[in-house]
């Protein structure tokens, strides 16, 4: 992780998670003191660590981390008030929000942040896998079609389609999905 938004109004505690922070390598820090500026901060901006220190003034922060981690991989530590842990920490683990009671001491703050750190790195592997799959899926669609085409126009049968497909690229040096789209262009489709 190397970028980290912490939004809190207390000054002490943006203090001490720098602290704990900066023994760690992380390339930009923002902090900020409400919600509202945050939603703004991160419609153009993206972080992999966001540390909110509730209540906040504008509100309490739990919906701030509720539609952080609806729309991306950012990992969450949501620090709130001892009393209130458990009810927070119910709600906010269904989401993946990781939750901290205050009082915070060091060790167990570097442990959530090796957990959440684990956790977004993880998290980043399988959203390069999904993205690896998903370009797998749509070459496989685009080869199909290319089949079909063939099938169409030339009245070859499927596997001639795709034994033609097959050596055009190998005969050219190029990917299955490349003849395919050659394919699909020489028949404007």
Not at 23 to 30: A, G, Q, R, Y
Not at 31 to 39: F, I, Q
Not at 110 to 134: D, P, Q
């Amino acid at each position: 992780m190397e970028r980290v938004l912490i939004v809190s109004n207390s000054k002490n505690i943006i203090s001490d998670v720098l602290e704990l922070l900066y023994h760690d390598s992380f390339s930009e820090v923002v902090t900020l003191d409400n919600c509202g500026e945050a939603r703004r901060l991160l419609l153009d901006h993206s972080f992999d660590l966001c540390i909110i220190n509730t209540p906040l003034s504008d509100e309490f922060g739990e919906s701030l981390a509720l539609d952080i981690v609806s729309d991306s991989i950012t990992q969450i530590i949501l620090i709130v008030k001892g009393e209130l842990f458990e009810l927070v920490a119910e709600k906010a683990e269904i989401s993946g929000i990781f939750t901290v009671a205050r009082p915070i001491d060091q060790l167990s703050f570097w442990s959530v942040l090796r957990i959440t750190n684990a956790v977004y790195h993880r998290l980043l592997n399988l959203k390069t896998e999904n993205k690896r799959l998903m370009q797998s899926i749509e070459d496989m669609r685009l080869i199909d079609r290319a089949k079909c085409i063939l099938i169409e126009y030339l009245n070859m049968s499927e596997e001639e389609a795709h034994k033609y497909i097959e050596k055009q690229a190998m005969d050219m040096r190029i990917t299955k999905r490349v003849v395919s789209e050659r394919i699909l262009k020489t028949y404007d489709i």
